[in-house]
């Protein structure tokens, strides 16, 4: 399924103007303006955070298309570059079957945002402990996110980092920023990392997810998927 949408992505990127022709604008619009260039002819808006949502950054949300029915998430200049690093973002997948209020039209406080309130409150999180973002970096939560409580409620996630056009932002050979996807991991999962390593147990949460790197409110657990480990 992934490899189809990449595929995709690169013609569009192909077709699109470079990314060269807004290095006038600023960071922000370069970062939006690639994303709608790899997942085109969508609907986009961008949702401010603020006190109340616990996190100061913004989120680009992209509106699934009948073809393609899964919302694309972004954050919107998370990670500032340094001398030695590029610029980080962080971006997820939701089918479009998420329970949002109102499928067209999401507010960041509706109990069913917290994936974009979390890529908020993970990028706060990182900025304060200074975690050096790559592709298998484990982030545990400071505090569960809020709507995703329960038996199952994610104890932190993985960074993966995919191959292709969606592993950076790039403008002619120059890496604007990095991407990353926050791959949510279950408490139980969490205990295993330090027998299995991140990589393996990566591999087997998206296994468990049937390949898909889409968030799934109900996906199985790596850890009653014994199958899964051998």
């Given at each position: ?78 990670l500032a570059a340094t001398a030695s690093a590029p610029a980080c973002e962080l971006w997820l997948l939701l089918p479009s079957t998420w329970p949002f209020q109102q499928a ?127």
């Open positions: 399924m992934y490899s189809d949408m990449e595929e995709r992505i690169k013609r569009r990127l192909a077709l699109s103007k470079p990314v060269s022709f807004i290095r006038q604008r600023q960071y922000a619009d370069t970062i939006t303006e690639y994303f709608q260039a790899c997942f085109p002819q969508r609907r986009t808006e961008v949702l401010t955070g603020g006190e109340q949502h616990g996190s100061s950054i913004s989120v680009q949300v992209l509106y699934p298309l009948p073809q393609e029915p899964f919302y694309v998430v972004h954050t919107v200049r998370l067209g039209l999401i507010h960041l406080q509706e109990p069913a945002a917290w994936p974009l309130r979390l890529l908020g409150k993970l990028g706060e999180q990182v900025r304060a402990h200074r975690i050096s973002l790559a592709n298998g970096v484990s982030v545990p939560y400071c505090q569960a996110p809020e709507g995703a409580a329960g038996e199952r409620a994610p104890a932190g996630v993985i960074m993966a980092q995919i191959s292709g056009d969606l592993a950076a932002v790039k403008e002619k050979n120059h890496i604007v920023a990095e991407l990353f996807m926050p791959v949510l991991v279950y408490k139980e999962e969490w205990e295993l990392m330090k027998d299995m390593g991140t990589d393996a147990l990566l591999e087997s949460v998206i296994a468990c997810n049937q390949g898909s790197f889409q968030l799934q409110l109900h996906r199985p657990n790596v850890a009653d998927m014994e199958f899964i480990l051998q």
